[in-house]
């Protein structure tokens, strides 16, 4: 694995690339992200489950699952009018309601006044034709979109939590694959960069998390399956 600024990234097979996501998820689980101590944590909390959905699992391929996903995320991700649970209308109405304490401030010779709420004006109006965009682009049929984004930059993830991107290239007769993950906030990342370490010293031999076909075990032997172990991503030395 390499460390820098811009992430953790391994360069390798598709089992590297799964095991690097598990490393990383494991390192955020350790860390505590998906069990928050206060109502602010939350939407890291969350961003953890969207970044468990997408990283790439041993079962999946880049092109289909991955790519599939990738659509799937930025369609669904909320902008900042959206996430403040405003229409576009709303905020057009409060930009001019900006513009009009503006005027009134200029008449008052306030120019600070009048420059903050020009300056308010104008992001209301981005706001509003940034969820108006987006609300288009979702009533877009879904196969033309995701074909679109596919294009434009197939395999990534970001949101609040993680920034991450995964690349392909030939190598020889077979395929390399880059994937990059970072963790955006600081103090966060130097927590993971001290984890993804140590499971380097202490972790013999990483298991890979394979899906498993419950209903079929099930039928086969006509009992319930064994529960999962509590931790089956690792092994560890004695």
Do not use: C
């Not at 930009?95 to 009048?114: P, V």
């Not at 679109?148 to 077979?174: H, K, W």
């Amino acid at each position: 694995m390499e460390e820098s600024i811009s992430g953790f990234k391994v360069r390798g097979d598709w089992v590297d690339v799964v095991e690097h996501g598990e490393r990383i998820t494991r390192a955020l689980r350790d860390a505590g992200v998906h069990e928050p101590d206060t109502d602010a944590e939350a939407p890291l909390a969350r961003a953890f489950e969207e970044w468990e959905e997408w990283r790439p699992k041993s079962h999946e391929t880049l092109d289909a699952d991955v790519s599939e996903k990738t659509a799937e995320q930025a369609h669904l991700q909320e902008g900042k009018g959206e996430r403040a649970g405003k229409e576009p209308n709303e905020d057009v109405k409060t930009a001019g309601e900006k513009l009009s304490a503006s005027y009134e401030a200029l008449e008052d010779e306030d120019a600070e006044g009048a420059v903050d709420n020009w300056r308010e004006s104008i992001d209301y109006v981005t706001r509003a034709a940034d969820s108006a965009g987006r609300k288009a682009l979702r009533r877009v049929e879904d196969t033309v979109y995701k074909r679109v984004m596919t294009q434009l930059a197939p395999y990534y993830f970001d949101n609040e939590l993680i920034s991450a991107n995964v690349q392909q290239s030939g190598r020889g007769n077979g395929t390399e694959f880059v994937f990059e993950v970072n963790v955006n906030d600081d103090e966060l990342k130097a927590e993971v960069s001290d984890r993804l370490a140590e499971y380097e010293d202490t972790v013999d031999r990483w298991h890979v998390e394979v899906e498993k076909d419950l209903e079929t075990a099930e039928a086969i032997e006509g009992a319930e399956p064994p529960p999962e172990p509590e931790d089956p991503s690792r092994e560890t030395t004695n």
